[in-house]
């Protein structure tokens, strides 16, 4: 095994990074955090994970996180954006996995939960996002991961829900949004770690898929989620994850993604960017840790591919403590 | 959206008439501290009367003119579109009317998933007599940026739902002409060449296909997707593909010219992966890429060489393929073997 030596590639700024992250959560009537109000869960599961990767999960008051998010839970089971929004799969999923952080998914009724999801399932298979119809793989990750992470896999038809991905395999072995969509590199996460979860990935050509996956890889040594479009640090997650999945990481040039990566930190106020000297958000600053923790960057906890979660967590979840 | 210059514009909704009766409902999640900013008391107000209205579930004129100015100030808010739809079926609205609305916010906002979904809704109201519409406005949006993911989806959609297909291979072709690295574009070439229900599906159109992507490849043979795209119009039919003198003429040329010959050579090694007996040409165009001038090598030991020096971040990719590929084409002759088919 090649064992890359991290020093030489750069440093990543923790304490600025916790900093950040406490500062944009407490930050209540700043213009972003208005504007990105009705998406506070995503934020909330976004900033939690990180933290806990650089094992600062601490630092958060776990009862005001858990009190504020069951607020979101609409009376249907599932769970909307913020207190006062509507109910959608993406939610729904964020709220789990903060759940599972915090080892209380036990504070749900879980029966209720998994009956919302289950219901957005449709004849073919595939998912809606809430009752206005949406369709979209992302949706079947998101309801597949949700299920198997309270375990009720069963109240679900999987082999219709693993077929439905199965249709929207494109010809480069990639996935898109719906059949015939082109191949995506988010969608393309969304649907290996579905299958994964399923056991289904035998239906995956891993090496044709590997080969595009790994072809992502530009010059910088970033990755984009196209062929043909620029490298972003998001796509070293959803890249990076799927690669892994099908155990055809090593088709990528690590060292050079690591060095990528630490680039687009901003050393000073703490935060990562889509590419190096844009500005910081929360997003591209959970992908860019979860990324370097996937590339085995030293000092970050371990996290699993598929649920997106450390693997302590999931461990804990699947295996007990 | 500039807010700030529609802030000195805008009459504050606690001094319309419209609206007295109705008492603003603040956001619940915090401590409302003091806001210097006028942009934000814009903001809160409207969403402190949305909430009212969205509480009191009440489907009128001034619920939708609400949810207007909520979008216009915050257009992901997904509540508020959701909340629009019910008002708009409450009301029976005009549906044409509604995709007017949506022409007005999607500049700025168009990679917000929102207005894509409420769009397609909208739509599929409408039925089949808004195809041609829907065409048009996605047209409008790839215009500004051809590889628009959303643009290309609902296109998609609308195809398949609503109809249209006749020039829409057409359009990709002048999609290609200008850009022929659009990864789109060629997607939405295979999606129309095997689905559409105009032309005769792919193995009709095959021929031409390869023809005129031979010709991209020419062009730029450092494009990534038109080599896919070959490989795609022989998908389930490896035979065909090693036997298309096209093919095997394309690679040559490339090796030749020693130009942007990194995905010939790829395409090289899946030829001799599926049986593919290389001409003496070739051989030679190969070596003559190769420093160690290996003549008489083992070819696919050649290509993975020049391969891993010439793209080093996929070297444990071309590794493999070194250590694979004589495996795959030994299967390949001893399968060919047990059917009786000759190369």
Same mark, same amino acid.
């Given at each position: 095994?090649?064992?890359?030596? #991290?020093?030489?590639?750069? @440093?990543?700024?923790?304490?600025?990074?916790?900093?950040?992250?406490?500062?944009?959560?407490?930050?209540?009537?700043?213009?972003?955090?208005?504007?990105?109000?009705?998406?506070?869960?995503?934020? !909330?599961?976004?900033?939690?994970?990180?933290?806990?990767?650089?094992?600062?999960?601490?630092?958060?008051? &776990?009862?005001?996180?858990?009190?504020?998010?069951?607020?979101?839970?609409?009376?249907?089971?599932?769970?909307?954006?913020?207190?006062?929004?509507?109910?959608?799969?993406?939610?729904?999923?964020?709220?789990? &996995?903060?759940?599972?952080?915090?080892?209380?998914?036990? +504070?749900?009724?879980?029966?209720?939960?998994?009956? #919302?999801?289950?219901?957005?399932?449709?004849?073919?298979?595939?998912?809606?996002?809430?009752?206005?119809?949406?369709?979209?793989?992302?949706?079947?990750?998101?309801?597949?991961?949700?299920? !198997?992470?309270?375990?009720?896999?069963?109240?679900?038809?999987?082999?219709?829900?693993?077929?439905?991905?199965?249709?929207?395999?494109?010809?480069?072995?990639?996935?898109?949004?719906?059949?015939?969509?082109?191949?995506?590199?988010?969608?393309?996460?969304?649907?290996? +770690? !579905?299958?994964?979860?399923?056991?289904?990935?035998?239906?995956?050509?891993?090496?044709?898929? /590997?080969?595009?996956?790994?072809?992502?890889?530009?010059?910088?040594?970033?990755?984009?989620?196209?062929? @043909?479009?620029?490298?972003?640090?998001?796509?070293?997650?959803?890249?990076?994850?799927?690669?892994?999945?099908?155990?055809?990481?090593?088709?990528?040039?690590?060292?050079?993604?690591?060095?990528?990566?630490?680039?687009? &930190?901003?050393?000073?106020?703490?935060?990562?960017?889509?590419?190096?000297?844009?500005?910081?958000?929360?997003?591209?600053?959970?992908? /860019?840790?979860?990324?370097?923790?996937?590339?085995?960057?030293?000092?970050?906890?371990?996290?699993?591919?598929?649920?997106?979660?450390?693997?302590?967590?999931?461990?804990?979840?699947?295996?007990?403590? | 959206? %500039?807010?700030?210059?529609?802030?000195?514009?805008?009459?504050?909704?606690? =001094?319309?008439?419209?609206?007295?009766?109705?008492?603003?409902? *603040?956001?619940?999640?915090?401590?409302?501290?003091?806001?210097?900013?006028?942009?934000?008391?814009?903001?809160?107000?409207?969403?402190?009367?949305?909430?009212?209205?969205?509480?009191?579930?009440?489907?009128?004129?001034?619920?939708?003119?609400?949810?207007?100015?909520?979008?216009?100030?915050?257009?992901?808010?997904?509540?508020?579109?959701?909340?629009?739809?019910?008002?708009?079926?409450?009301?029976?609205?005009?549906?044409?009317?509604?995709?007017?609305?949506?022409?007005?916010? $999607?500049?700025?906002?168009?990679?917000?998933?929102?207005?894509?979904?409420?769009?397609?809704?909208?739509?599929?109201?409408?039925?089949?007599?808004?195809?041609?519409?829907?065409?048009?406005?996605?047209?409008?949006?790839?215009?500004?940026?051809?590889?628009?993911?959303?643009?290309?989806?609902?296109? =998609?959609?609308?195809? =398949?739902?609503?109809?249209?297909?006749?020039?829409?291979?057409?359009?990709?072709?002048?999609?290609?002409?200008?850009?022929?690295?659009?990864?789109?574009?060629?997607? =939405?070439?295979?999606?129309?060449?095997?689905?559409?229900?105009?032309?005769?599906?792919?193995?009709?159109?095959?021929?031409?296909?390869?023809?005129?992507?031979?010709?991209?490849?020419?062009?730029? *043979?450092?494009?990534?997707?038109?080599?896919?795209?070959?490989?795609?119009?022989?998908?389930?039919?490896?035979?065909?593909?090693?036997? %298309?003198?096209?093919?095997?003429?394309?690679?040559?040329?490339?090796?030749?010219?020693?130009?942007?010959?990194?995905?010939?050579?790829?395409?090289?090694?899946?030829?001799?992966?599926?049986?593919?007996?290389?001409?003496?040409?070739?051989?030679?165009?190969?070596?003559?890429?190769?420093?160690?001038?290996?003549?008489?090598?083992?070819?696919?030991?050649?290509?993975?060489?020049?391969?891993?020096?010439?793209?080093?971040?996929?070297?444990?990719?071309?590794?493999?393929?070194?250590?694979? $590929?004589?495996?795959?084409?030994?299967?390949?002759?001893?399968?060919?073997?047990?059917?009786?088919?000759?190369?």
């Amino acid at each position: 095994m090649n064992m890359l030596d #991290y020093s030489r590639m750069g @440093e990543l700024a923790v304490e600025k990074h916790v900093k950040f992250i406490l500062t944009i959560e407490k930050e209540k009537d700043s213009f972003e955090s208005v504007v990105m109000e009705h998406i506070r869960l995503n934020g !909330a599961y976004w900033a939690l994970t990180t933290l806990d990767i650089l094992g600062k999960l601490n630092t958060v008051d &776990q009862d005001e996180v858990v009190s504020w998010m069951m607020q979101c839970q609409h009376e249907s089971g599932g769970f909307g954006g913020n207190i006062g929004h509507d109910p959608h799969l993406l939610y729904t999923l964020s709220a789990i &996995q903060v759940l599972a952080l915090f080892d209380k998914i036990d +504070a749900l009724d879980i029966d209720k939960v998994s009956n #919302y999801i289950a219901g957005l399932q449709n004849n073919d298979g595939s998912f809606s996002g809430d009752m206005w119809g949406e369709i979209d793989t992302r949706f079947s990750c998101v309801a597949i991961l949700s299920l !198997a992470l309270l375990k009720r896999l069963d109240k679900i038809n999987v082999e219709k829900a693993v077929n439905y991905i199965v249709s929207c395999k494109n010809l480069d072995g990639g996935f898109g949004c719906t059949p015939g969509a082109e191949s995506h590199a988010g969608q393309i996460f969304c649907c290996v +770690a !579905a299958l994964a979860v399923t056991g289904s990935l035998h239906h995956v050509d891993k090496d044709l898929l /590997g080969w595009w996956l790994c072809e992502r890889q530009v010059k910088s040594g970033g990755l984009n989620g196209r062929p @043909e479009k620029l490298p972003d640090v998001c796509y070293s997650w959803w890249v990076l994850s799927s690669l892994i999945m099908i155990d055809r990481v090593h088709w990528i040039d690590k060292e050079k993604l690591i060095k990528f990566i630490l680039d687009c &930190q901003d050393k000073e106020n703490g935060g990562i960017s889509d590419q190096p000297e844009d500005a910081v958000d929360v997003f591209h600053t959970y992908f /860019g840790v979860a990324g370097l923790s996937l590339l085995e960057y030293p000092g970050l906890k371990a996290i699993d591919p598929a649920y997106a979660l450390p693997v302590d967590v999931v461990n804990r979840i699947f295996f007990g403590r | 959206m %500039d807010v700030l210059q529609k802030s000195s514009e805008r009459i504050p909704l606690s =001094q319309r008439p419209e609206y007295a009766d109705v008492k603003p409902v *603040p956001q619940d999640d915090g401590p409302n501290p003091i806001v210097p900013i006028s942009y934000t008391d814009e903001f809160r107000e409207t969403m402190d009367y949305f909430r009212a209205i969205y509480v009191a579930d009440e489907r009128s004129l001034r619920a939708l003119q609400l949810t207007t100015e909520a979008i216009k100030l915050n257009p992901g808010n997904y509540t508020v579109w959701q909340f629009r739809r019910l008002v708009l079926e409450a009301l029976n609205a005009d549906m044409n009317k509604e995709l007017d609305f949506v022409d007005g916010i $999607v500049e700025g906002n168009s990679k917000n998933y929102q207005i894509w979904h409420h769009r397609r809704w909208v739509a599929e109201n409408l039925g089949t007599d808004a195809s041609t519409r829907e065409l048009e406005f996605t047209k409008t949006i790839l215009s500004k940026d051809a590889k628009h993911y959303h643009a290309w989806s609902h296109r =998609q959609w609308v195809l =398949q739902a609503l109809g249209g297909w006749k020039d829409e291979l057409t359009y990709c072709e002048l999609l290609l002409k200008d850009d022929i690295f659009n990864n789109s574009a060629w997607n =939405q070439r295979y999606f129309v060449v095997t689905r559409s229900p105009l032309l005769g599906g792919l193995g009709a159109m095959r021929e031409s296909e390869v023809t005129c992507t031979v010709n991209a490849i020419m062009e730029h *043979p450092e494009n990534e997707s038109p080599w896919r795209y070959l490989r795609g119009l022989y998908r389930n039919d490896t035979h065909a593909l090693v036997k %298309d003198p096209q093919v095997a003429s394309v690679c040559l040329k490339i090796l030749t010219a020693k130009n942007n010959y990194v995905h010939a050579l790829s395409m090289l090694l899946d030829l001799l992966c599926h049986g593919f007996q290389p001409s003496l040409e070739i051989r030679n165009a190969v070596y003559g890429l190769s420093d160690s001038g290996a003549q008489g090598s083992d070819l696919v030991k050649v290509v993975c060489s020049i391969l891993e020096l010439v793209d080093p971040m996929r070297a444990n990719y071309w590794k493999w393929r070194r250590n694979i $590929v004589p495996a795959q084409a030994a299967q390949c002759l001893k399968d060919d073997g047990l059917t009786g088919l000759s190369l």
